[in-house]
């Protein structure tokens, strides 16, 4: 497969061991990551050559996280060094049962927010690509990286990859002055496939699923390839989630018309819920290569995503052989000598 | 609302990290609690303020007592510090699925055991207060203990303050020559709430619910009621414990004649349940301040309570919005950002 | 009960802490043990005299393995340390929910496989022993290992002990050129008590229970005793693995014909799975002195494995005291103070 | 001795365990101090009380700051939480040997910076305290922060306090516009005590010592008197930096006058440097109290600085006792039982 | 080497990682050790045989403690677990530089304080045994102790075994009513070698080196051997403490009227000093084994006991060949592959 | 700077935290190198484009040590995972003070030793590279690896590339049949500088300085050059031990005919040595080039060096503005802001 490229925002993590409280904590458990960055490090991991770029400040900081990319195989060849600006943090309380896993952000002001949209050649970084991927939280963080992810996805047009997005809206991000709304449009339509669920097309393109559709989700997507006729291919899990340790997922495709769905997998107990919506689409893209039949890459998508959620950290350190290894049944976790 | 006092032994807890065993530790996990130094610091955390009385030995390991409970917003000032004895400690080994946690208790001859009754002048300590609380392990420890406790509430009722006290019958702890049956009644009868069980009522006074009685729990509450006619409430937590690891509980009140029960909540699994029934009591002094409806202030007990079972440590470190929060029906515990 | 004297090798055991993946890890959790050694090690848990013997590298590994025996209770009086070969190692991922738990075996050219069976002088050792038990793992490791326990047991034999084996089939370590098929019988037939399961029994003997036997493991087990004579009882664990952190165990029992099983018992969440065999067999061998009854002695065995999943590393620490509390019926992890 | 009120940012510290680089840490140790905050909590620790005033964000990691602070025995009753801005950063590196430690600042845009002025009433802050203590980080921070203490200072002056200031001219910190050298003067002038060495006194007010000055300290304290006629007191330390690991101090004080010095104190090796002029500062304080003899009061603020540097954290743990028994002249660390 | 018999308390040690002070500490480091058990497990890892006889309580923190010694290769055969009584605890925070070491001792009321005396059949205990150890720490903690070292002491010399004790005088320890100097004659008399320093003879018996002589340890070791006559080796070492974290020690052996000593070692940092002169004395026990030559019997005393400082815990964890190493002249710690 | 290649071994590095030895240990730290490894992975870190070629085993070690490499910043597109063998493990014991580090290998049979020399197209490996660094390790493992070094030499010199060697003889580990003394002059013959010292060129070469030489090393380094006419550099470290904790080292260089010396650093304390060599010859690679001064460039690696010792694991984390601050006289590791 040709190399995957991802865009955006890389954050150092910092939470209490086990479930501890902040206010208790005297260390905090350090890793790096970020919607997009997790994409480009679980496929590497699944041995999928992809790189990953960002701007990150100019320090120990800085170069500690593009450190921890490199570490899982993402190459950073294309990563900005920039002074005078910080690293994005967020502070995670893992929860337990009843009690749910919180997030303080503490990312304003980051060397990513400040980035320059020209100090990146897309044409040049994309050249040896085969498909880009972004998120929506990327366009959300500044108009320099709005203008950033729509240049790449331009350049990723003309040179012919595959793009993908997870629209992935969070409200509380937009806080530059412009809206989700009237900057989302323009990016999505520049994909072949979205991650995107009936709330965030209802929220982002006042989509809502036809009132008496038999599949909301395919109701829905319809419409968003109607809107954005690049879009070929929509996905997106379901949660079942019952307590902050015990979540249940399945996956969903459309595909040109067709619907697949996956049974429910049951993680009990949830290791480390970040990034589980990033593990399904890297499955997705991983999947999406190396079967024919898209309901096994749908499979191997939503296994995967089931899989991160017990791997600790925001990355998917996971390969294609034990994500197949479930699919094969084997989902009752017998140890393996 | 006024200041909430409690007053009680406060003890090291020195566990093994995880689920280790005492004769696997490499290293001990530290923290202070006290059945009615929990209580004080949950209200700390949720905005009450709190003072908690006790007596430590003047020795590093007395000071980093009571320096925890500073830390947890805690009025300290009117704690002793004495040369000559010693810090009681237990060791907790946190046990999981069918094997229980267990304790081991090594709280002999402490300070506190040892106070003077006549240093404390209640007068004082409680001229700001609003509401008394302690617990029946405080009596059982020493008879200078229960002549504090004793001298506590004539004070209190003295000055108007609301008191409560939380039963806890525990038959071991009773060594110093005095029995229970002799001594509480004379405590529980300056009380306004009590936290008691069927068990602890007929352990304690010889008090049965009537043997025709629809609720066992009224009936009992009944009885204490015309006993000891200063009680107005009673509370409990009902608890069906599957194992070590999974904990359901649901909270009861009796309130001059009418009762009141929640559902039950599940946790699982439990983080650390003690201090479960502390952060009940807290719960329900904070509740009572804060809501009219009284089957409000219950279910912001029950659902403390059961917050606590997952956090680290005895004391309850939630605030009220996180206990609301859950109140509002969002039990399943859905990351926060 | 005389001492019991257990034989095999014993391996330093590696994991990353919690749920971390090997190429996560900053650190590993360290411990020790071995099919056979874990037996010795809970039966001095329990208060039973047990000397395991062995063969270890007289270098500082070696040296630490024997120390953690010792620290257990086990007589290492009779382990070998020989110049110029290493410990054995081996790395273990520990899983959850449906990741399975994963070992990479670094075992290969250990100062065990390389053991002179010459140096062991059985008679001495055995003498004043009252039972011998070992596991299929030790013929597997080389032709050396395959002689000291053949010679093992030719002496226990002739002095009268009690012989027990887990036969523990696993294809993948016979490497060394003789096939288990070869081996096992002979070894087999100078034992009284049988660790084994219908597959096994299959892969090992080429016995198949009747096909229109009702109970399949009371089959198997009447051909094992014709086949080998001096078997009187076969014992073997059922598991309806629920996934890496929910197990269900029940215990069977095969006595000169009579059959007993055990309810099924659920471990949620397990703590560590490894040795969960070991410490069945344990369980039985002090079962087996300390009642009359033999359902009892199984349930015992049945309890103590159940046990032993919820305690860190390879061996099983728990009293009988614990293990009878839990028959009585306290299966529910109620906190013991 | 009347309470001793302090003023400035507290910063969340981390860094990463022993002497790990930021990109090798997989977890940060976290503790909190500030300038002045770390002289409030030594002076608690010597049993003097004392308050410090501060702005934190209304979030975990505020409560969990001030959660520090009251710990350590600080009155936190005067702190503002406000909502929109983010607690500061300062990630540590220690260094050893010839490695020097280094700060990452990430400080910028802290709800203190943003703090309003008007919010902290001085007159009621102050109304039972008998001394303020500010230091030149504060005024360097915003325009507000330099309000802020403005006004804290005329207040002082007001009610009568003594006033001292850590004049600490940090170039990088002056980003908002004003220079320190416009802005520490009026400040300064309202001081009794100030620590200021002959580099700030160049720096900050252009003062050099007299080039025949027998005693540059002297010179300089003399020219620091004449231009702030409030000034009665200079002290400061000398360092002869020996590595990162080994540290040699004296202690210097200019009293109307009258020269003192202290011998040099070997530190090696050096546990954690940061908050050791802190230390000395709060040892002057607590020692002009506790000693007639200002000789004897310095010796206390420098063996008190000393040994912070053989203490974890911004913080000096240390009482008055241990102080004292160095000061006796055991100072080659010989256990006490 | 016939079996060393050691006789005398083990305690838990809780020690707050690296230099934090107990206020500090989320964790405490535990192990085991006593000034007699010290003895017994450094040479039983130095490969001679070695028991240890003490009276533990009967719960998991004294089967702990049991179990760290045979850990280290010490016979625990002789010990008792009895009910009602606890493990002495103490409390460890390391020092540094000038800062000293602190011990808070939490040790009253032990089990072993209250052992039977009547419990220990010295004869069987003592048969195979070759040397009796025991330090002036037991007879101070209850007359039960001090009668049972001195039944001890009675049947070591009536099955001609030598006597070695560290008389180490501790004045703070003997509260129970006795005073050493009526106690300790009668044991001391009974003693072949004695760990004595001018100040313990000064203390203990009234003994001061003559004012002219040239060498005061002679001297004084001259006169306890006239009023103890079968004293006929008595060994100490000096200390020149440069600080918490830097100390020199020497050896010093007077033999029946010939004086010794070795150079000055520098320990730079120390890592652990607790344990230091029992590993002197296990040392010296060793050494008068293996050399024939005194001179090297102290010399491997000394350097053992300098190697002590550098090893975590209360055991001296180095073998003969470590010690012969630096004895070569090997002082300079390069790295051995 | 073009690409460095360097080829060699890489090994999982087990290391008990802080001093405590491997029978103590509860965990193991984890880190990877290998003498080679740690010169590319330097490299990287100081910005010069670095690539390792190793062989490791497929499975989970040998992809995490390859992902330690990656993390910092290594190219190990060439690196291969072969089926079959092992990672070589070493386990370090921490000295301090007059107590030595210790290393046991574990490292027989590994991948690296198994490799097949025709599977490293050396060619197409080195084509853009301007530099080959290998060490006297590589060529001692095993016969193929000696092959796979003498291709890559014969490679280089073939595509000009400069060549470089560390002899680093270790007599222990030459144990496959063939004698450093006959591989190592022909691989020698293709360096154009050496690291070596007047005991290595007499062990291996058979080489002595001239008896009446007044630089012991420029004799040699003569004679050196005589004997393998393309060496035209030869460097080393002289190391004056103090002690495990304190070490003081200088650099020498023959450059030529011109010698080279900087004078002693002083470490102390020592936080880990692994891996000083090694850090001197990258710092010697990167001087190089950076400087025209070839003292500079030895006083940068000289210093680089130094600080390695004072940075944990195998790799030298420091950036050439680091080694340069010292360079120009900051020597005594203050604070840096």
Chains 1, 2, 3, 4, 5, 6 share one sequence.
């Not at 925002?9 to 005297?26: C, D, G, H």
């Amino acid at each position: 497969m040709k190399q995957v490229v991802t865009f955006g925002e890389v954050m150092m993590r910092l939470s209490p061991p086990l479930n501890y409280r902040l206010s208790q904590a005297a260390s905090l458990d350090v890793t790096y990551g970020g919607g997009d960055a997790n994409v480009a490090a679980a496929l590497a991991q699944m041995g999928v050559p992809a790189a990953h770029v960002s701007a990150f400040p100019a320090n120990e900081l800085g170069y500690a996280a593009a450190s921890h990319l490199r570490r899982y195989g993402v190459d950073t060849t294309h990563c900005l060094f920039t002074e005078g600006h910080r690293l994005g943090l967020y502070f995670l309380e893992v929860g337990a049962s009843l009690r749910p896993s919180r997030i303080v952000y503490d990312r304003a002001e980051s060397a990513f927010a400040h980035l320059d949209p020209a100090a990146f050649n897309w044409d040049e970084i994309l050249k040896n690509a085969g498909w880009l991927h972004w998120t929506g939280i990327t366009p959300a963080i500044s108009a320099a990286a709005a203008q950033a992810i729509a240049d790449a996805i331009a350049a990723a047009r003309r040179l012919g990859l595959t793009v993908s997005a997870d629209v992935n809206y969070r409200r509380n991000l937009w806080q530059y002055g412009q809206k989700a709304q009237d900057v989302m449009p323009a990016l999505v339509a520049g994909c072949d496939i979205v991650v995107c669920t009936e709330g965030d097309a209802d929220d982002l393109f006042g989509l809502q699923p036809a009132a008496a559709a038999p599949n909301s989700f395919s109701s829905m997507s319809e419409q968003l390839a109607q809107r954005f006729p690049q879009i070929k291919r929509v996905i997106a899990t379901r949660r079942q989630t019952q307590s902050a340790s015990h979540e249940r997922i399945c996956g969903l495709l459309w595909d040109q018309g067709e619907f697949f769905e996956t049974p429910f997998y049951d993680i009990s107990p949830v290791v480390d819920r970040i990034g589980g919506g990033d593990s399904f689409i890297s499955g997705f893209i991983y999947g999406s290569h190396a079967y024919e039949d898209r309901a096994q890459a749908l499979s191997f998508a939503t296994i995967a995503s089931a899989l991160k959620h017990t791997i600790h950290g925001d990355i998917n350190l996971v390969t294609p052989a034990e994500v197949e290894h479930l699919m094969q049944g084997n989902l009752t976790g017998r140890l393996l000598r």
